[in-house]
């Protein structure tokens, strides 16, 4: 009697242990599909995801070698160092100001500049009046958007040359 219960509670054990062992082996390739199908779809094989972590990875310094083009990590470093000269007759043209000064960070909207001949963004600037924009454009300023280097970093234009690239600018953008 003892004995014939002892096997029958071993039976139900025996079962008991299979049922929990199968049930972990379907837990862990359920786990393992679901994660092929999400995780590595959506975030290991996601280029936007490798390129953000190779940027992570990056070094944090270039080095600029003498004869190799410089890495450009600043806007401002887009600014040619030795601008091309303006003659004369391009004093208060507006346009080759903007060309050789402006261009670089507001041809493209880069680091928050004010797209070029983008009206949208221009209107609500162009409605604080011409006055403000010519003394941030002199002065140069912080804004929300980012930081906007007095007379684009071209300390050699003249206050009438940098108005003339505002006046350039907000005709574009009407
Ligand atoms: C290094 C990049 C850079 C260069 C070069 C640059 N700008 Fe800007 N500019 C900015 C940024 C950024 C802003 C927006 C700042 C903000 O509002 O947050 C801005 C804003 C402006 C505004 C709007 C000012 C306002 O009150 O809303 C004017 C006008 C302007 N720039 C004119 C010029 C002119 C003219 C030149 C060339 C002589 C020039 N910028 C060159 C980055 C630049």
Known sequence: MSSEHDRQFF???MIVLGALVAFTFFVYFLANSIG????????????????????????VAQVAVEGEAAP??????????????????AAVDGE??????????????????PKFADVEVW??????????LYANAINGYQGEQGVMPAKGGRADLSDE??????????????
């Open 72 to 89: 450009v990590t600043n806007p401002v470093d887009l600014v040619p160092e030795e601008p091309p000269a303006l003659g004369p007759a």
């Open 161 to 174: 040359q940098v108005r003339a690239a505002v006046d350039h600018m907000v005709e574009a953008a009407q």
């Open 36 to 59: 092929d199908r999400t995780q590595v779809r959506y975030n290991d094989e996601n280029p936007l995801r490798a390129q953000l972590v190779a940027e992570r990875l990056s070094p």
């Open 11 to 13: 039976d139900t054990f």
């Open 123 to 132: 209107a609500p600037r162009i409605a604080r009046g011409l006055d403000a």
């Open 96 to 113: 080759a100001v903007y060309q050789s000064a402006c261009f670089a960070c507001h041809m493209a909207g880069i680091a928050g500049a």
